[in-house]
């Protein structure tokens, strides 16, 4: 007879090692350098607020706590979701259109009232992507002109129903993270580059004809008047210093005064004085690069590229159509954001509601953050187990 002791039962790391078994340890590191160094920031951006930080802690565990669980799906789990995550996302689009509201009172209905406050587009960033890669899927990876023609209509119902909430900024975030799939499905170049020839034809007349078109009492038809306003703030900030281009000139002298190695840990004027409007959110990276000076920005960026290297080698070493395009569609759609943020922070691209990933304040951009590279991990893994 056997008689089982203590010594024969397994310990708590033998129980819980195979839930991280096949884990991609590169993205793992990547993403927690990069958190250290949010928290890190939103510490001495935050100080003023104190429960801002706890909060961002508490976001950050629930984040990771979102990427621990959906790093355990399966690729066909994932693949099951498409369809229904897009179609209720789309569909609470619609009622968003027809019954939203505006708890911002600033004319933006992009909130439903389910019993809880909700934004639909949100859901969107996720379910426009897994389904344009699961139509890929369908199609055998095929991309004939017919399939991604039906890809872009796919991708542009969402983009077009958040673009009218008005919430163009979200909008092209949704749109993006369809488009790269489509793009890694295989669209040609030709199709590309007239588009890109086209953009940088429109911005180059954008800049010589902005002191006629700013001016006041223009209409652009196309955009709506704050979207207006935004563009020409980037093209000429110093219009109006005190109003929409103060934010863009207080990011630029904080990222500018922080010099090569920053002014030191919680030592920055422009962010302790509260110069820097939502330098929790939006705009941390610049009072982040007024503490820690190019250098810290460099060590930031080079994370940021690790991450983005990393998951374009998970992209292809993929098994699948689904996950190569899924994988590539969330590391360039992380890009974006990065760049994006960055971009408008520095001046070189118009203020948009766009957060830093790791970086910025809040729960919902953090879990939909945790979710997005829950789905990376899985991407990796599956190959992982697949080989052992």
């Not at 934010?247 to 030592?267: E, R, V």
Request: hydrophobic content about 50%.
């Amino acid at each position: 007879m056997i008689i089982n002791t203590p010594f024969d039962r397994p310990t708590l790391w033998q129980r819980v090692q195979p839930l991280f078994h096949g884990f991609d340890l590169p993205l793992l590191l990547a993403i927690l350098i990069i958190a250290t160094i949010g928290l890190t920031a939103m510490y001495s951006a935050g100080y003023d607020n104190g429960a801002r930080f706890g909060l961002q802690v508490r976001n950050m565990l629930l984040a990771g706590l979102v990427f621990f669980l959906v790093a355990q799906a399966p690729q066909q789990r994932l693949m099951s979701l498409a369809v229904p995550l897009y179609t209720l996302g789309v569909i609470l689009l619609l009622l968003t259109a027809a019954f939203g509201i505006d708890p911002t009172n600033k004319g933006a209905r992009r909130w439903l009232n389910v019993g809880i406050v909700i934004q639909p587009s949100e859901i969107l960033k996720i379910a426009t992507p897994l389904m344009a890669a699961w139509w890929f899927q369908r199609r055998e990876g095929r991309g004939q002109t017919g399939d991604i023609a039906k890809a872009f209509v796919l991708v542009l119902v969402p983009f077009l129903l958040v673009a009218k909430q008005p919430d163009l900024g979200t909008g092209l975030l949704i749109f993006f993270a369809g488009f790269f799939v489509i793009f890694f499905a295989g669209l040609s170049w030709k199709l590309i580059l007239p588009a890109i020839a086209l953009g940088s034809v429109g911005i180059i007349a954008l800049i010589l004809a902005e002191p006629t078109i700013c001016q006041p009492g223009v209409d652009w038809h196309v955009l709506h008047g704050y979207q207006k306003g935004r563009v020409c703030t980037l093209l000429d900030p110093n219009r109006d210093p005190l109003g929409k281009g103060f934010h863009i000139i207080q990011g630029m002298i904080a990222i500018g005064s922080g010099g090569l190695t920053g002014k030191g840990f919680m030592q920055g004027t422009q962010t302790h004085l509260e110069f820097i409007p939502e330098r929790t959110s939006d705009f941390i990276f610049a009072a982040f690069a007024e503490e820690f000076g190019l250098a810290g920005g460099c060590v930031l960026l080079m994370a940021y590229t690790f991450l983005i290297f990393r998951g374009l080698v998970i992209a292809y070493e993929a098994p699948t159509t689904f996950s190569r395009l899924l994988a590539g569609s969330i590391t360039m759609s992380f890009f974006v954001y990065a760049f994006v943020n960055m971009g408008m922070v520095s001046g070189i691209l118009p203020v948009v509601g766009v957060p830093l990933p790791f970086m910025s304040y809040g729960g919902t951009a953090l879990v939909t953050l945790g979710l997005s590279l829950g789905i990376l991990m899985s991407i990796a893994r599956s190959r992982r187990l697949m080989q052992s």
